[in-house]
């Protein structure tokens, strides 16, 4: 089943006929893209919390 508007939408986009056909590959297209938005979010925050914890966030650097 088909989580999100853009998939749905893609899916509907297509021919009845050939809609079921491909159905699956969509819902695989889905998965990946909302694990890669998933990943991409950890890795977004894992940084603002690693910027934090060093108190690096908007430090200019030293030219040394």
């Keep these: 089943m088909l989580k999100t508007a853009f998939w749905q939408n893609a899916a509907r986009s297509l021919h009845p006929s050939v809609r079921r056909r491909y159905l699956a590959d969509f819902e695989r297209a889905e998965r990946w893209e909302l694990g890669l938005d998933a990943a991409i979010e950890a890795l977004s ?10 108190n690096t966030a908007g430090k200019p650097r030293s030219a040394h």
């Design 45 to 54: 925050r894992a940084k603002s919390a690693l910027a934090r914890l060093f």
